[in-house]
């Protein structure tokens, strides 16, 4: 409000009240000073003559009751005088806030429809002070929201799903397959043709300890039907199979002595305990048990042993040195949620 | 809501949940002004608490994502970069309408191409604030859908290359710019700032490839530059009220002498008429000190009231500019002199610049002086012995020691002690270093 206009009014009204009335009926004056610190009632008197009598008492907006009047009348009286130092106001306005949020979240509403901003600025602080820092219950508990999301929509991904502990687990892993798949991809683009060499000899092995025309055919083309979809696999999905490959083999290298036939089922409760790991490794072991029955089926136990063991080694040789930091690894996510140094 | 009425029966102890929650049913606006002051964390957690809270958060004009918006301890800058991509992919992608401010200043975050689509993102929806911070790597380039931004009155980069595209004409409603360590080549920044007609606030620090900082706008208030350059000249802003110069690289002397003997100081206030707050930092006395120095300005900064000098008191040409400036401010309230040490090549000379006759001043609105960095040397005494002398109305003098060895402690104190003082209301105060 200009102090022209306030110039004007006061010669003519000194120390003079506004009346106002608010939507309950019931009607009070208050000094013209403290009222016309709220924009609203101030232009109410300058632009229409209002609030001058009972008769003619200022209707306030129905958001002001007169509890959040009283209230919101004490914070003008408190900062229409120009005395006040910032501090004096800042410890009057922390004082003022101290209230519930019942009253917080009316005292807004009440500000805002008389336009009184500084008050709305400071409501609003503090009701984001409240919510800050706590989690969806407490929330809830404090300003007595519904709880009426469903549990999938709980989970929907948006960023605060990341608080899941599973999820984030998840997320981990996913970035961490990411990497170890593009190590892989370029050791993969050297070796690729090795391990297909490797394959091919160990057929010929195959053939020849199984014998026979016909068997080291079946055999043949059943491994080589194998062999071209491990292939396939390969190149398709080359990270969910080689990954749990290497998931699946390293338990192998370690126990020497699990024999080939179990090498499916032995692998199950070693992942299996750390149950964490279990969403995530569902589907890659399903992938993983359809190729190894495949293997138990066709083959004969020392030679699948035989092949197993040099691709074995081969993968030992490889992962040498990050094996015993994985192996911690995996054996820890299951106690507890430490975000882990996954990469070297 | 309901109303409350004077004569209220007795409250029913089971009012429902809905009467309960004042909260949510707040206008919309109301709501989103107490979203404004939530980190954006917290911001994003509010869709869980309940069906209407869902997508309040997603019309927030406010996105800003900083420390506190990845707290994983984690030292995998290759996990933590994920994490921060994923995050903002998904926040921008689930916000809808106008972003207002987007702020982005994670310590970790590195200057990739990622963060080229998300400024694309935003500068389809009208941003008025947009801060950038890398805070390590190489330099980062923003892409030139940033200088599209036509709404845009804040904006504040650090470490970035600035190359806008050939036919941006600058950024019509700009009022605040602030560029620390970037790199800009010297016509590229003068048509920026000269087409940025609104222009009020200037912060220039660290940066690369302007050596002459040639100001041309015409309503720049506040002007605050720190760096290497090797000249500074204000063309047309005759509001420029708040000015602070620092040069941190030292001038060589005598290749400046040999040239022209124009006066830098004189150049430097011809277009300042309106000057306020001046700050000269560093080593920026020494420049001004190129050239013949008059005695005095010729027109006087009358409204100055506030000046800080950072000085070394035993070379004599900066001694000369420091005493024309003070000459030449009338209306002083407030001085600080900062005491640069330099290597004490020059034996202490014995003449007193500050006793001379020639210059009777007196500084007749000068309140609050504080005087740091002294160690007691002559030339800084007499400094003060002549502050002291000629201030009548001085409040308060502070002064604090460079060094927080004792030795000489006690005869600063007791020399301090004797001087005489213009001033019957004034107080000297010695602070501990």
Redesign the interface.
């Known amino acids: 409000m200009s102090e022209v206009d306030m110039a004007v009014i006061k010669p003519e009204m000194m120390k003079s009240y506004i009346w106002l009335r608010t ?2 009926g ?1 009607i009070q004056q208050v000094e013209q000073e403290v009222a016309m610190f709220c924009p609203m009632i101030c232009h109410e008197v300058i632009q229409k003559g209002m609030g001058s009598s009972k008769n003619y008492a200022i209707s306030l907006p ?2 002001v ?3 959040m009047l009283s209230l919101i009348l004490d914070y003008c009286r408190f900062h229409q005088v120009p005395g006040c130092s910032n501090k004096e106001r800042k410890s009057f306005d922390e004082r003022f806030i101290r209230m519930d ?2 009253r917080l ?2 005292l ?2 009440a500000a ?1 429809s008389l336009q009184l901003k500084p008050l ?2 400071l409501t ?2 503090a ?3 409240i ?6 219950e407490e ?2 508990e404090i ?7 469903t549990e999938e ?2 989970l929907e ?4 799903t ?2 899941d502990p599973r999820i984030r687990l998840l ?2 892993l996913y ?1 961490k397959k990411r ?1 170890e798949l593009k190590e892989r991809e370029k050791l993969k683009n050297a070796e690729v043709k090795e391990e297909h060499v490797d394959d091919r000899s160990v057929d010929d092995l195959l053939s020849f300890i199984n014998g026979g025309n016909e068997d080291s055919k079946g055999i043949k083309t059943s491994k080589s039907k194998k062999k071209n979809r491990r292939r396939k696999d390969q190149q398709k999905s080359m990270s969910a199979n080689e990954t749990t490959k290497n998931h699946n083999k390293e338990p192998n290298g370690l126990n020497s002595a699990c024999s080939s036939a179990e090498v499916g089922q032995k692998i199950q409760p070693i992942i299996g305990s750390t149950s964490t790991l279990q969403d995530v490794e569902d589907d890659i072991i399903a992938n993983k048990n359809e190729f190894d029955d495949a293997d138990i089926d066709d083959e004969i136990d020392p030679a699948l042993k035989e092949r197993i063991d040099r691709e074995v080694e081969d993968f030992a040789r490889r992962l040498n040195s990050d094996w015993p930091e994985r192996m911690q690894e995996i054996l820890s996510l299951g106690q507890e949620r430490k ?1 882990v ?3 070297t | ?1 309901s ?4 004569s209220e029966p007795p409250r029913l102890p089971s009012k429902t ?2 009467e ?5 049913n ?2 919309r ?2 709501v989103e ?7 954006i ?2 911001l ?8 209407t ?2 997508y309040k958060w997603a019309t927030t004009p406010y996105l800003v994502f900083d420390k506190q918006c990845l707290n ?5 800058q ?2 933590i970069k ?2 921060l991509v ?2 903002i992919d ?2 921008l992608l ?1 916000h809808k309408g106008p972003i207002h401010k987007f702020k982005l200043s994670h310590r970790d975050l590195l200057g990739i191409t990622d963060i080229d689509r998300w400024i694309l993102y935003i500068s389809r929806s009208s941003i008025k604030e947009f801060i950038l911070e890398i805070w390590k790597g190489q330099q980062y380039m923003p892409p030139s859908c940033l200088f599209n931004c036509q709404n845009l009155i804040h904006l504040e980069l650090f470490n970035c290359l600035l190359k806008p595209p050939l036919t941006f004409k600058g950024f019509k409603n700009l009022r605040s710019l602030d560029l620390q360590h970037i790199t800009i080549i010297q016509d590229v920044f003068e048509n920026l700032i000269s087409s940025c007609p609104l222009l009020e606030r200037l912060t220039l620090m660290n940066f690369t490839g302007v050596t002459h900082l040639n100001i041309d706008a015409r309503n720049l208030q506040f002007f605050d530059v720190g760096g290497n350059f090797d000249d500074v000249s204000f063309q047309n802003t005759p509001h420029l009220a708040l000015v602070s110069i620092g040069l941190y690289v030292n001038i060589n002397n005598d290749e400046n002498n040999a040239q022209d003997s124009s006066s830098k100081l004189l150049r430097f206030f011809v277009n300042l008429p309106q000057i306020q707050r001046l700050e000269v930092q560093n080593y920026f006395l020494k420049y001004l000190a190129i050239g013949n120095v008059p005695s005095r300005l010729p027109n006087p900064c009358v409204d100055l009231n506030y000046l800080s000098i950072c000085v070394d008191f035993d070379d004599l040409g900066e001694n000369t500019a420091a005493l024309c400036l003070l000459r030449s401010c009338p209306n002083l309230q407030e001085l600080e002199m900062l005491t640069r040490l330099e290597k004490r090549t020059t034996v202490e000379r014995s003449t007193n610049f500050w006793e001379d006759d020639h210059w009777s001043s007196q500084f007749a609105h000068l309140r609050l002086v504080k005087v740091s960095g002294i160690s007691g040397v002559k030339s800084e005494m007499d400094f003060i012995k002549f502050l002291l002398s000629n201030s009548p109305l001085l409040e308060r003098l502070t002064v604090k020691p460079a060094s927080p060895s004792q030795d000489g402690k006690w005869e600063l104190m007791k020399e301090l002690l004797r001087f005489r003082r213009a001033s019957i209301y004034a107080e000297v105060i010695y602070l501990d270093p």
């Open positions: 939507a309950d019931s129905q958001r009751n007169p509890a949020t019942k979240c009316e807004t509403s805002d709305v600025d609003s602080r009701l984001a002070r919510i800050e820092g706590k989690n969806p929330i809830r300003f007595h929201l519904p709880d009426d999301l929509e709980k991904p948006l960023k605060n990341t608080d997320n981990r970035a990497k975000p140094h996954f990469f | 809501m109303i409350v009425n004077q949940k809905a309960l929650d004042r909260i949510s707040l206008p606006h109301l002004q107490i979203l404004l002051h939530l980190p964390r917290d994003v957690r509010t869709s869980v608490l309940s069906r809270w869902r994983v301890s984690s030292q995998d290759t996990l994920n994490k994923n995050i998904h926040v689930l």
